[in-house]
């Protein structure tokens, strides 16, 4: 980027990214001509506004009905006028006020980068960049040529019992006795009990273990203990760290669910979201 802005004499530089008219938006979008010179920028335009700012893009992009070119938020300044269109005045936001307004005196070029990125601002966003690793090659990919380091954390190996396990990623410390887990995200020190299904989910696991005494007290009194209970269905959620959901819990995100937030969980986009620390006693459907 950098490169090209040195190459094209811009005096400002965007790097920017073809979206969806769903992701549109939630962004900066703008237009630019033959030469990347950008001529137009608008900040979060309405859905009703989309048609008037499609731009030329890729046929890989047209594929994936991505007509919109929306800025990253990654900008590159010469230094001089940076200092010139802050010194003296009270504009402060980018979007809104100085890239808008550079357009007219000052080069703006559009860089358009080509490899993987993703706001994971919205639920949605979040949602389908971690079910995303799940696919047979993700565009994210944890499994290439380049090394992708974890944090490092002295957790034992998963237990998996009975699960019959498609296309699923576990992290460390899991035990696991579900019937069945598909295209879901487990994540570190997860327990999932006997008979349960697991569908199109991501459970972001525990910080810490339960003690046996701590174990033992919550069945004597019939509360969930951290993890996921037995007999549960679950599908299209996320669920948050350190959650106890009881046995016979159903969880069926989906379209036909409306918005709402709630004291235990938030429905987003037919995403059920189980808040930190929720309990959900047994039983429970959604």
Not at 97 to 115: A, F, K, W
Not at 148 to 175: H, Q, V
Not at 178 to 199: D, F, K, L, P, Y
Not at 255 to 269: E, Q, R, S
Request: aromatic share 8%; proline share 4%.
């Amino acid at each position: 980027m950098v490169k090209n802005h040195e190459e094209t004499g811009a005096e400002i530089s965007i790097a920017t990214i073809p979206v969806t008219a769903r992701d549109a938006p939630d962004f900066g979008i703008l237009k630019a001509d033959e030469n990347n010179l950008i001529t137009s920028f608008i900040e979060k335009p309405k859905k009703d506004l989309l048609p008037d700012w499609k731009s030329e893009v890729g046929e890989d992009m047209k594929a994936k009905g991505k007509h919109y070119l929306a800025s990253m938020g990654i900008y590159l300044f010469n230094k001089k006028l940076l200092a010139n269109l802050l010194e003296n005045n009270t504009r402060t936001d980018f979007g809104k006020e100085i890239i808008p307004q550079s357009l007219v005196d000052h080069r703006v070029v559009s860089y358009q980068y080509e490899g993987y990125w993703t706001d994971i601002g919205h639920i949605h966003s979040f949602f389908d960049a971690n079910i995303g690793l799940t696919d047979d090659i993700p565009e994210f990919n944890l499994f290439d040529k380049k090394t992708i380091y974890t944090r490092a954390r002295m957790l034992p190996p998963s237990k998996i019992s009975g699960t019959t396990l498609e296309r699923t990623i576990i992290a460390d410390g899991c035990i696991i006795n579900a019937s069945r887990i598909e295209r879901s995200v487990i994540g570190i020190r997860t327990r999932i009990g006997t008979g349960t299904t697991i569908v199109n989910t991501y459970v972001m696991g525990g910080d810490r273990y339960q003690s046996l005494n701590e174990l033992t007290e919550a069945a004597e009194n019939g509360l969930p203990v951290m993890g996921i209970g037995e007999r549960c269905y679950i599908k299209n959620a996320i669920i948050d760290k350190n959650c106890f959901i009881g046995n016979d819990v159903r969880l069926n995100g989906g379209p036909h669910l409306k918005d709402g937030d709630f004291k235990t969980h938030t429905i987003k986009d037919g995403i059920i979201v189980i808040k930190k620390l929720a309990v959900i006693p047994n039983g429970t459907v959604i």
